[in-house]
């Protein structure tokens, strides 16, 4: 051990912990899976988590976002989709996760995220929440502006995956 870089040994303690990425999710956007790409390169298990919305109205069922998701995420190991209710920290507890991971893209995203970080660990001192950058070619993507584009006719390719083009192609169409 002692001869082992320190941050060797960081990253073999991340590989073995389970990990929560939730979300609305309405759609997945590339800025999505650029994160839970490198969510799963640093923990041994990722848990996308589907927030069932039960206040805000969303475009997409709890159902096909999640099946957007499974489908898009395919390819990456260890990456499983859920859905879930209630408080974020009860559903960490449910599936043994100890990290809450969110993605920071830009000063905006900050006091949101501190907010929301703040109140799970009050919730529950045990899990940590992580933050990540995704790649900057999607600072600027969120689901709300790729919805409001696509109704608009702007062209959103290359922001999400195909599938979910698609899928909003289908939900919109004249
Ligand atoms: O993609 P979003 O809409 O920014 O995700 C928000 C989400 C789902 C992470 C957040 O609303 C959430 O965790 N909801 C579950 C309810 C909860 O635990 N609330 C208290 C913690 S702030």
Redesign the pocket.
């Known amino acids: 051990m002692g001869s082992v870089p320190s941050r060797t040994v960081s990253a073999q303690a991340a590989a073995g912990l389970t990990a929560l990425y939730?979300?609305?999710?309405?759609p997945p956007t590339n800025g999505h899976l650029d994160l839970i790409e490198r969510g799963a390169r640093l923990f041994g298990r990722l848990i996308v988590?589907v927030?069932r919305n039960t206040e805000?109205a969303p475009l997409f069922t709890t159902g096909e976002r999640v099946e957007m998701l499974r489908e898009a995420t395919r390819s990456i190991p260890h990456v499983e989709v859920a859905e879930?209710?209630?408080?974020?920290?009860?559903?960490a507890r449910q599936c043994g996760a100890s990290a809450?991971l969110?993605g920071i893209r830009a000063i905006s995203d900050y006091e949101?995220e501190m907010?929301?970080a703040l109140?799970?660990r009050r919730?529950d001192p045990q899990v940590e929440t992580v933050f990540l950058m995704p790649a900057e070619a999607y600072s600027y993507v969120s689901?709300r502006l790729i919805k409001e584009v696509y109704r608009l006719g702007g062209s959103i390719q290359g922001l999400v995956p195909p599938l979910v083009e698609a899928r909003l192609r289908a939900k919109w169409r004249p």
């Open positions: 939730p979300g609305s999710f309405d988590a927030l805000k879930f209710e209630g408080l974020l920290v009860d559903f809450v969110r949101y907010q929301m109140m799970n919730l689901s």
